[in-house]
């Protein structure tokens, strides 16, 4: 069901909606994964080939551990949000916003409008995710979202702030 989400500054940015991800939806995330900036902000700064990719991505859609949902703002794909189930109580995030429209307040949106149908679908009541420590984007959109920082850690010779929320 659309939703009209607007901006704090009451600027309506669009009518966004979302849907889970699909096979045809493949390519779009590959690109979007290589995009430069999501390639700094993630802990493997490599770019990633398509058959690793595929192949990735076709376990992903099949696995009943995941839940990998599209954010459209009328109907353009402008984000992309995936949950996988860590234990039988938490669920990992990873999230990235289109290029395109970064800066909009969408990583936010995506996070609120996914994390009760993540912990619903899933089963679980924690929902976890990290974010590198010059990735200021992703830091303001967890904590708009409600999500609170629970550690401060190095993964991959990085530093990073892990982010909680309840469901």
């Known amino acids: 069901m659309p939703i009209v989400a607007q901006k704090d500054d009451?600027?309506?940015?669009?009518?966004?909606?979302?849907?889970?991800?699909v096979v045809d939806d493949a390519i779009l995330l590959w690109q979007?994964?290589?995009d430069p900036m999501t390639r700094a902000n993630s802990f493997n700064t490599e770019a990633i080939s398509w058959d690793v990719h595929q192949s990735w991505y076709a376990k992903k859609l099949a696995s009943p551990d995941c839940r990998l949902w599209i954010m459209e703002r009328e109907?353009?794909?402008v984000g992309q949000i995936r949950?996988?189930?860590?234990?039988?109580?938490?669920?990992?995030?990873?999230?990235?916003v289109a290029p395109v429209v970064r800066?909009?307040?969408?990583?936010?949106?995506?996070?609120?409008?996914?994390?009760?149908?993540?912990?619903?679908?899933?089963?679980?009541?924690?929902?976890?995710?990290?974010?590198?420590?010059e990735n200021q984007a992703s830091q303001r959109a967890f904590a708009k979202a409600r999500f609170t920082v629970t550690e401060h850690k190095r993964l991959a010779n990085r530093e990073c702030l892990v982010y909680q929320r309840g469901s």
């Not at 307040?105 to 924690?126: D, F, I, Y």
């Open 83 to 96: 949950y996988d189930r860590i234990s039988s109580d938490s669920a990992q995030i990873s999230f990235s």
């Open 75 to 77: 109907q353009i794909p």
């Open 32 to 34: 979007w994964a290589n």
């Open 10 to 21: 009451n600027q309506t940015i669009g009518e966004i909606s979302l849907r889970l991800a």
């Open 103 to 133: 800066g909009r307040g969408l990583g936010t949106l995506l996070l609120e409008m996914t994390a009760p149908m993540a912990a619903r679908e899933l089963g679980v009541r924690w929902m976890r995710g990290i974010a590198l420590s």
